[in-house]
Nanobody
Framework: QVQLVESGGGLVQAGDSLKLSCAASERTLAYAMGWFRQAPGKEREFVAAISSMSGLRTDYSESVKGRFTISRDSAKSMAWLQMNHLRPEDTAVYFC?????????????WGRGTQVTVSS
C-alpha cells in the first residue's frame, strides 16, 4: 500500500497562505491524488483532487474553490495544496490521499495528516 507523508502545516492568521506537501513512498502515476481535511468534532471531508498521469483535471469542494490549488509532479510522486486567503473555518488536520479516480469515494490510502490552524 502506498505510504503518504504530509508536511507544511502550521499556525497562520486569517488571510495568510500555506502550501502543503505530500510525498508518496512509491510511484503514484496511475493514481489520482487528493486532499481531505477533518476539523475537531467533524467528519473527514473532501477538499481537492487531481487526476492521474499528468494531472490535467482537478476538482474542489465549494468551500475552497478559488482559494486552494492542487498540483502534482507524478515523476517525483509528490502533490501539493496551495492554500490562499485562509479562513478560521479552514482549521483542520489535512490528509493527502491516493485513489482510483477523482471521485472522493475512490480514495483508499491516506497519510497521517498535518495540522493547519488559522487564527482570526
Amino acid at each position: 500500500q502506498v505510504q503518504l507523508v504530509e508536511s507544511g502545516g502550521g499556525l497562520v492568521q486569517a488571510g495568510d497562505s500555506l502550501k502543503l506537501s505530500c510525498a508518496a513512498s512509491e510511484r503514484t502515476l496511475a493514481y489520482a491524488m487528493g486532499w481531505f481535511r477533518q476539523a475537531p468534532g467533524k467528519e473527514r471531508e473532501f477538499v481537492a483532487a487531481i487526476s492521474s498521469m499528468s494531472g490535467l483535471r482537478t476538482d474542489y469542494s465549494e468551500s475552497v474553490k478559488g482559494r486552494f490549488t492542487i498540483s502534482r509532479d507524478s515523476a517525483k510522486s509528490m502533490a501539493w495544496l496551495q492554500m490562499n486567503h485562509l479562513r478560521p473555518e479552514d482549521t483542520a488536520v489535512y490528509f493527502c490521499a491516493v485513489g482510483r479516480s477523482r471521485d472522493p469515494g475512490d480514495f483508499f490510502s491516506w497519510g497521517r495528516g498535518t495540522q493547519v490552524t488559522v487564527s482570526s
